[in-house]
């Protein structure tokens, strides 16, 4: 079942083993505007005589389960059993439609898309059983690999229906029945996932886990400052370390980075360890680059300064400068620095490039971008670039961008051989595509029950937009839809704005992207308005949120992208962010009363179309932070794996907690000045060592994001909690850089 084996549509038949008596059905996963019910080889389901079921899975795993959920789906309402399906991991190749396994998307945009396989599928099965039974076919149900005819307890193994299923005619997706939801085996239930054991038991393969034959492992020196090229490096001392087999250089990139190769000398060896050493003995100097005077203390005033002056409008309702003028006003500026990936996989890829055509082996998110990227690189057609994607190692968005991919590619066509790329810890900490560095200004007026009437606030950050396009000043659309032009709350004078700012080093999507410094600011200052008002933080946010209707942000003039999802399927619904909040709260134990040091946090935000809150107890002794308690609350439409959903609510808090405790990197003369974990830490098992309980809010809406929506409550929970603590409030991260030993 666990078979990880790249597969295109030329080989499908040959991998499969499928004789003339085989079933091969092709289901549409690209454009959604062709017809869904079309037979274009996309999507393969096979059934094989032998009654095996290969589903064919388009997205990478890192973790999430994706895997297996997404073919377990077509597997539910085909009617399989799980032991018979055997899972083909696809390569990279448009026929697919979007591979980018990010943004929380697998699911909501392709669920559909499965259940039309697996009945369409089905269907012919039930047709095939009736007509051999002389019944009707509405009368048939699959389940167990069998279709059954309940009034005459007669049952037919899928395997034995495989030719005269082949002969009918595909129905259209019109045509076709779907299963009762309540009569569902896996979708809402959950199940076994094809690669637990081999993960538990040290069988899975990873990227890194590569070998080929004559293969030569090489890893890379690089400039510390961005956009920096080699001006000169002596490779005898190099050379002369046992297994180093030759230095190669790569050239830089060309205009704006995107996905390209950074650049460098490569040492190439028959180890990594020569490797490794080989590099250090390198001595590159690096001409100057634009990006040599970045120091981020220095633009962290900058951002503050701009957040302070206002920007671009985004969304405005009411008159915020009239209004202001008969309130009590209270501001805010918050502060988030640069963040890391940080996988517990760095970036790796293998490439073994001959006769015009390269072979790609690589822990990637996006197959496809890397098939483009090698293409370019290599100056050959993506389409003799094949992409065979590992198992991920983590990935959080780092993975989703393939300039290590090339940079394998690139060094396999030029020593002739297959190369391993390596990123050392060091490599993946000080040429990551960073998290922006962001600062948020926030300002409100209050009415004499101390709740705002007047709401302006102001985010300035380098767009990801800068990673593609030059002279990139102000932040997406996209950008600007996460957490920031679609503020829930119930207040009739708005103004949201966005400053200008520059990138100096390449910008990236990390998991939650821009939902991280604005949900830190906003509900965080949320929060010192309750407590300024002296009103529970709880009754004042519920109030704040107001009643239960669907935000209207076109009419308020924001371009709101909603994560792709359909605005009419997926509103922004207040009276669902009510719900988790209340239901994370009463987890929590919301009011009880607290020892001294002792604190509750509370946070809730919508992103990648589900709802999440987060309610904190931390204990704050001699100045050392102890989450003691993580209770969550998600409402993310219909619960395809109830599993891996509290799995990834429960990941989210650790991620968020490292991010929020001790995240981020700075950079002095351009160069970034943390190197390991040693200096550039991660939440350890000591750190994260508290229960963490989730409540999954049932719900029949269509299914939202999972993997990313339960990172932004937490940073602004756990500095509620801290101020909760001790009355010491912190507005800018990490907290480790605060000192709390008084507090």
């Not at 388009?58 to 597997?75: D, F, K, N, Q, W």
Request: hydrophobic residues 40%; neutral net charge.
């Amino acid at each position: 079942m666990n078979d990880c084996r790249a597969i295109d549509r030329r080989d499908f038949l040959k991998f499969t083993g499928l004789s003339s008596a085989g079933l091969i059905f092709g289901m549409r996963l690209g454009a959604q505007e062709e017809s869904a019910d079309r037979l274009a080889p996309d999507l393969f389901v096979s059934l094989e005589p032998d009654g095996a079921i290969h589903i064919v899975a388009h997205r990478s795993e890192m973790g999430t389960g994706i895997r297996s959920v997404l073919p377990m789906v077509v597997a539910d309402e085909l009617g399989a059993r799980w032991e018979d399906v055997r899972i083909v991991q696809a390569t990279g190749d448009a026929k697919y439609g979007s591979q980018n396994t990010d943004g929380s998307r697998s699911i909501w945009r392709f669920y559909d898309r499965m259940l039309l396989a697996g009945a369409t599928a089905g269907q012919m099965l039930s047709q095939a059983a009736a007509a051999r039974w002389g019944v009707g076919p509405e009368t048939c149900q699959r389940r167990d690999s069998q279709v059954i005819h309940e009034p005459s307890k007669r049952r037919i193994a899928f395997k034995e229906l495989i030719v005269e299923a082949a002969a009918l005619p595909v129905p259209n997706a019109e045509n076709l029945v779907y299963k009762d939801p309540k009569d569902r085996q896996y979708i809402g239930k959950g199940g076994a996932l094809v690669d637990f054991k081999d993960i538990v038991h040290g069988k899975a393969v990873f990227g890194a886990d590569i070998r080929l034959p004559d293969m030569l492992f090489a890893v890379i020196d690089r400039s510390p400052v961005h956009g920096g090229t080699a001006q000169q490096f002596d490779a005898t001392a190099a050379m002369a370390v046992p297994g180093v087999q030759s230095v190669e250089t790569i050239a830089p990139f060309k205009g704006v980075h995107a996905f390209q190769a950074l650049g460098g000398v490569a040492v190439l060896a028959t180890h990594s360890h020569a490797a490794i050493q080989g590099r250090n003995q390198l001595q590159t100097q690096w001409n100057a680059s634009p990006h040599d005077g970045y120091d981020t203390e220095a633009y962290r005033s900058a951002l503050l300064e701009t957040a302070s002056k206002g920007g671009k409008v985004v969304r405005q309702k009411g008159d915020y400068a009239k209004a202001i003028e008969r309130l009590k006003k209270h501001e805010a500026s918050y502060y988030v620095p640069h963040l890391l990936h940080e996988p517990m996989e760095p970036p790796v890829a293998t490439a073994d490039y001959r006769d015009g055509q390269c072979l790609i082996w690589a822990p990637t998110q996006n197959p496809q971008a890397a098939q483009s990227t090698v293409a370019a690189a290599l100056g050959i057609p993506p389409e003799k670039v094949i992409v065979r994607v590992t198992l991920l190692g983590g990935g959080f968005g780092r993975k989703s961008k393939p300039d290590y991919v090339a940079e394998a590619a690139i060094l396999s066509k030029q020593a002739g051989r297959p190369v391993q790329v390596l990123w050392t810890r060091e490599d993946d900490i000080r040429h990551d595509y960073f998290h922006s560095v962001a600062a948020v200004r926030v300002e409100a007026g209050v009415d004499d029950d101390g709740y705002p009437q007047a709401w302006r606030m102001c985010t300035v950050f380098p767009s990801i937009s800068s990673t593609f396009a030059e002279k990139v000043t102000h932040a997406s659309a996209g950008e600007m839809s996460m957490g920031f032009n679609d503020l829930p709350f119930d207040i009739p004078h708005l103004l949201c704005e966005n400053g200008e700012a520059l990138a100096h080093v390449r910008i990236g999507w990390l998991r939650s992207v821009a939902n991280i410094q604005h949900a830190f600011a906003i509900h965080s200052f949320i929060d010192e308005l309750a407590v300024t008002a002296g009103i529970d933080p709880l009754t004042y946010l519920n109030r704040v949120l107001g009643p239960d209707r669907l935000l209207d942000l076109k009419a308020e003039g924001a371009d709101y992208q909603n994560y792709g999802g359909p605005y009419a399927t997926y509103p922004v619904d207040t009276a669902r962010l009510k719900a988790v909040l209340n239901t994370a709260a009463k987890s929590a134990g919301w009011g009880q009363p607290m020892p001294k040091g002792v604190g509750h946090g509370i946070a809730v935000h919508r992103s990648f179309l589900s709802y999440i809150a987060i309610a904190l107890r931390v204990r704050v002794t001699d100045g050392k932070v102890q989450v003691e308690q993580a209770d969550v609350a998600i409402d993310c439409g219909l619960a395809v794996h109830p599993d891996r959903v509290q799995s990834q609510m429960e990941g989210s808090v650790v991620f968020g907690l490292s991010l929020a405790m001790m995240g981020g990197v700075t950079m002095s003369r351009g160069q970034v000045n943390e190197s390991n974990f040693h200096d550039a830490p991660v939440a350890r098992m000591a750190d994260a060592n508290m229960p963490i309980r989730v409540t999954i809010l049932p719900s029949q809406a269509p299914p939202g994001g999972v993997g990313e929506p339960g990172v932004p409550p937490l940073a602004p929970a756990l500095c509620n909690a801290i101020a909760a603590a001790t009355g010491k409030r912190i507005r800018s991260l990490p907290i480790t850089d605060h000192d709390l030993s008084q507090a």
